[in-house]
């Protein structure tokens, strides 16, 4: 189910359903992501920066002004395109489990076009595996825990975790504010035996 406050149930489905589309392709996640780190842009900046053909970025665009992910900011030639945060809550299908989708996650999801470890590791753990990954990934930025943490705790293997954790190293970049008091991935990947207490 998802979380929101004060809506009309309509237009929590028609969030649902908008962000469902997004996690569901890449490439309309990529762009979903590039407008909400932009704060506004034009067709053909998209165009430029994300190496979209003109009929893909201008079906894309639409697609997500349709789903009302999407605002047109101004009417004028060209038009500008601002995305509209996103913010819902859902849980697993076992109930076991509740994940926050936000625009990091859906930047996330949009880089496995392009990024072999953050796809492989959808196909393995699905979207919600990743919301988890992408909570590790920043409190590991912040010096709060290791990978082998992350592989002890969601029963993966340490390589599994770091190879995802570095993945969505820049993903956290982009959206989260990270304290320079916090552990960069260097100063805590220091080769086989980081900071971990343990011995492996």
Same mark, same amino acid.
């Given at each position: 189910?998802?979380?929101?406050?004060?809506?009309?149930?309509?237009?929590? +489905?028609?969030?649902?359903?908008?962000?469902? $589309?997004?996690? @569901?392709?890449?490439?309309?996640?990529?762009? %979903?992501? =590039?407008?909400?780190?932009?704060?506004?842009?034009?067709?053909?900046?998209?165009?430029?920066?994300? /190496?979209?053909?003109? !009929?893909?970025? %201008?079906? %894309?665009?639409?697609?997500?002004?349709?789903?009302?992910? +999407?605002?047109?900011?101004?009417?004028?030639?060209?038009?500008?395109? $601002?995305?509209?945060?996103?913010?819902?809550?859902?849980?697993?299908?076992?109930?076991?489990?509740? =994940?926050?989708?936000?625009?990091?996650?859906?930047?996330? +999801?949009?880089?496995?076009?392009?990024?072999?470890?953050?796809?492989? *590791?959808?196909?393995?753990?699905?979207?919600? !595996?990743?919301?988890? $990954?992408?909570?590790?990934?920043?409190?590991? @930025?912040? !010096?709060? &825990?290791?990978?082998?943490?992350?592989? /002890?705790?969601?029963?993966?293997?340490?390589?599994?975790?770091?190879?995802?954790?570095?993945?969505?190293?820049?993903? &956290?970049? /982009?959206? *989260?504010?990270?304290? /320079?008091?916090?552990?960069?991935?260097?100063?805590?990947? &220091?080769?086989?035996?980081?900071?971990?207490?343990?011995?492996?």
């Amino acid at each position: 189910m998802s979380r929101t406050s004060n809506r009309a149930d309509g237009d929590i +489905v028609r969030d649902f359903l908008s962000v469902a $589309a997004l996690l @569901e392709e890449p490439q309309l996640a990529q762009l %979903y992501a =590039y407008l909400a780190r932009e704060s506004e842009a034009t067709v053909q900046d998209a165009m430029d920066d994300l /190496e979209l053909a003109q !009929g893909t970025a %201008y079906s %894309y665009v639409n697609r997500l002004v349709d789903a009302g992910v +999407v605002d047109v900011t101004d009417d004028g030639q060209p038009r500008r395109y $601002a995305a509209r945060p996103i913010d819902l809550t859902v849980t697993t299908a076992a109930g076991d489990r509740e =994940y926050t989708i936000t625009p990091a996650l859906i930047d996330a +999801v949009g880089r496995r076009e392009t990024n072999a470890d953050i796809d492989t *590791y959808i196909d393995r753990h699905g979207v919600a !595996g990743l919301a988890t $990954a992408l909570t590790y990934a920043v409190a590991r @930025e912040r !010096g709060e &825990v290791t990978h082998r943490l992350m592989a /002890e705790d969601l029963d993966i293997s340490p390589l599994a975790a770091e190879m995802i954790l570095q993945a969505l190293h820049p993903v &956290v970049h /982009e959206h *989260y504010d990270i304290e /320079e008091g916090g552990a960069s991935l260097d100063e805590v990947n &220091v080769g086989d035996g980081d900071d971990d207490t343990s011995d492996a």
